[in-house]
């Protein structure tokens, strides 16, 4: 399964839901943001969020910023 | 607060964004610390209650790098996400929906910059966004320009708060132009905060002595020699000069005016 997540071009193992993703990066789904295709998935619906080949993924969380 | 000693008891100092009361009057950023934790040290000693943040991507190469909300906590201050680095309002508007299911934050800092060498807000895009955010639910503290106009329109359009700045972000240069800083400040009816260009506690106060409801800075403390003592220069000056705008100054004279009496010299 071919995904562009932030921006980089990443070949994955098929996997069953957004929820599965997060985890294989090694990231804390409380910590985070994530739009799929240019759609927020509220974080409550990452188990239930199917992702696919070609999906354009963006994951994001909070920095230091002024 | 101890420092507000003198104030009738029961009396609290505060002032209210968006139906949120705070006491402190000091918003610090979280960019350009050494470290996560010395910037959680220079909130505490800022006395801060609200710190703005920024969303990006995360690094998929190290995700067990520190992560700010590990070190400055969001159920100690309150997160005022913001919209660094987007040049359009469909930007502004996507990082804030981002930061919202991030953190479920409504109230948020917008700031529409026009380019990279002066940071200066693009005032026309700016009220763009505002209006898309609102559309959107969002309560907007607006970063701005200080242009008595472009407040007046942002305060009709439903700005939060009005945040002109005090000159260019980082610069480190005080309150550039007072006269119209002043002007913001008296004709708006929701929150006035200085937002970019304090350099020193003195630039702090005299932007609490105009009447601005507080002042947000980040470069002045992250960029000082110790954050955290500079963290507690500008709470001492936030407050030193939220005390003189509510005591009054004295008029200003041309010529001297003696303090001990002239009468009965020897």
């Known amino acids: 399964m071919n995904l562009t997540i932030n921006g980089e071009a990443r070949t ?23 739009e799929r295709n240019l759609e927020i998935v509220p974080r409550s619906a990452y188990d239930r969020t199917p992702v696919a080949d070609g999906d ?6 909070f920095i230091g910023g002024g | 607060m101890d420092d507000a000693s003198h104030r009738p008891a029961g009396v609290a100092d505060t002032w209210t964004v968006a139906g949120r009361t705070f006491t402190s009057r000091l918003i610090i950023g979280t960019g350009k610390y050494k470290d996560y934790a010395t910037n959680a040290a220079a909130a505490e000693a800022a006395g801060a209650e609200i710190v703005t943040v920024a969303i990006r991507r995360v690094n998929l190469s190290d ?10 906590k969001p159920d100690r201050f309150t997160f005022l996400p913001n919209t660094a680095g987007c040049f359009t309002g469909e930007d502004a508007v996507r990082t804030l929906r981002l930061a919202r299911e991030a953190g479920g934050w409504n109230l948020v800092k917008l700031e529409v910059l026009s380019n990279t060498k002066h940071l200066l807000p693009d005032m026309e895009e700016t009220l763009r966004a505002l209006k898309l955010l ?15 106009v472009y407040a007046r329109k ?13 000159a260019p972000i980082g610069s480190g240069r005080g309150i550039q132009n007072l006269l119209n ?7 708006a009816k929701v929150p006035v905060l200085v937002d970019a260009g304090v350099g020193t506690a003195s630039d702090a106060a005299v932007a609490m002595e105009l009447g601005c ?22 709470r001492h000056a936030v407050i030193a000069g939220r005390e003189a705008f509510l005591a009054g100054r004295m008029p200003k004279r041309m010529y001297a005016d003696p303090s001990s009496p002239l009468a009965g010299l020897i």
């Open chain 1, 12 to 34: 994955l193992a098929p996997l069953p839901h957004l929820a599965a993703l997060v985890s294989e990066l090694g990231l804390d789904p409380r910590k985070v943001a994530v």
């Open chain 1, 56 to 61: 354009r993924i963006e994951i994001v969380h």
């Open chain 2, 63 to 72: 995700p067990s790098q520190p992560m700010l909300v590990d070190h400055v």
């Open chain 2, 134 to 148: 609102i559309a959107d639910g969002f309560e907007v503290m607006v970063y701005c320009n200080d242009d008595p």
């Open chain 2, 154 to 166: 942002l305060e009709e359009a439903g700005a939060a708060a009005i945040m002109p700045l005090g």
């Open chain 2, 181 to 187: 800083l002043g002007l913001i400040i008296e004709q």
């Open chain 2, 213 to 234: 409801d507080a002042v947000l800075m980040n470069t002045a403390i992250a960029e000082a020699r110790d954050p955290i003592l500079m963290a507690s220069a500008m």
